[in-house]
């Protein structure tokens, strides 16, 4: 077996794959963690899914491992340097998503500048009119300049909307604040100002909690949020308080972590709460961008020699299909 699946590709860059190696598709492994260990002693490479951590020890089962690929970014469920030292290629598809994440973020900040859509959407066809607001003319903070927010803001501004941002990590000096048109602003000032906040920070670990009653403090009231980032970066006592006390009118956040907003969470029982399953990342354009990407790039690390280059995460090149290379072409850190 030259390629292990434990997630699908789309059938058309699936054909292509087992035009050229041997490939198997076994979604159940991710799952089972022992079969998963006999399966991949085989391999040469791999494609996880997003809840199949890749440690030192997975690596100690795959010694035939050349590269493993996943069809999202992140590496906090991958052990980089493990796969440096052993030469393993790390395949990401960085720029698939970064479109279709935009669109739910939009989607989140419309639909909650318009409650009363959602109603009728779950079969309330008797709700009660609720006045709706307009992007046009609103003050919407970007939290955090990953790729998405690059996107983002483009569809933003067509609508007629102000920009102001903050991140952590970039500069309020930076040039790509003139490029997106978003006008750089201190935290409490993006809080202060903002009718909506969309929140796309790049995660590190150091930013756990980074949503906090003192930043929540200066909360203009009736806020709405949405948020592709990971939920740790909320603290969910202080999220539980803005959302209560009407300085956040409703949240949307996609893909929370387990435990985020369950049974024992102070987010339990918030009912303007709002979590989805990451469906920002599932669209078919994105999940045909990601394949191709994947596809390609396990092809190329099997056909060449090894070496100790392991880490590819390049933006996508001229192999994907053409609006694979829309998306912006890279990362501010």
Known sequence: MDILLLEALVPEAMAWLESRHSVEYRPELADDASALRKAVYKAEAVVLPRKVVLTREFLDFAPRLRAVARLHGGTDNTDLEACR????????????????????LLAGLLLLFRRGIGSSLIGNRHADIRLGRELNGSTIGILGLAPTAHTLALMLHSLGAKLVGYDPAVHHTAPIWERLRIQPVSLPELMAQADGVSVQVMYASRYRGFVNDKVLA??????????????????????????????????????????FASRGSPLHEVGNLFVTPRLGSHTRESRLRASWYVAHRLHDALSAPPNLDSVISAPMGLAEPPAAREEPQFIIR
């Open 85 to 104: 030292e052993r030469s393993v290629k790390v395949v990401q598809a960085l720029t698939a998503n970064v479109r279709s994440n935009a669109e739910y």
């Open 218 to 259: 200066h909360c203009k009231r009736g806020q709405v949020w949405v948020g592709t980032s990971r939920s740790s970066l909320f603290d969910p006592q202080a999220l539980a308080g803005a959302l209560g006390d009407g300085r956040i009118d409703a949240c949307m956040i996609d893909g929370a972590e387990a435990g």
